[in-house]
């Protein structure tokens, strides 16, 4: 299994039971390491901080990147692909709930992103987002 499609089925796991079934088939493949976080707010730029400051701090706390340079703006490409999938066409008052999810193989990393917007409760749809970097 490719990092990209391991973090595709991660962020669109729809309960915990799903999300813990994935993760069994994943700690089975030696070369990939993963971690799921979620973060929500308004489609200001604090959620677009929040998103990175928590992806960030996720991986690193979960050894899925080093504090290393090269390891980080691996990240971050990924992480700024999946946001933009995420947050195109949005005005500034959205608010988005999403699920996060990290994995890295020996030299990608994937960001994918799954969750909802809505301008209104009544409006509520659902975004996602993917990105891919070379480490």
Do not use: C
């Not at 390491?33 to 707010?41: A, L």
């Amino acid at each position: 299994m490719t990092a990209g499609r391991a973090a595709m089925l991660l962020a669109l796991s729809w309960n915990m039971k799903m999300e813990e079934e994935i993760k069994k088939i994943l700690d089975n493949k030696p070369n990939l390491r993963y971690v799921v976080t979620e973060v929500g707010g308004k489609a200001s730029e604090e959620f677009r901080g929040k998103i990175i400051k928590a992806s960030m701090n996720a991986a690193i706390n979960k050894n899925i990147i080093g504090k290393n340079a090269y390891e980080s703006h691996a990240l971050l490409h990924a992480l700024s692909e999946a946001k933009a999938g995420v947050t195109i066409n949005s005005s500034m008052s959205v608010s988005f709930a999403m699920k996060v999810a990290i994995v890295r193989s020996d030299h990608w990393i994937a960001v994918a992103m799954f969750g909802q917007s809505a301008f209104h409760p009544m409006t509520n749809h659902e975004r996602g987002g993917f990105g891919i970097m070379h480490i």
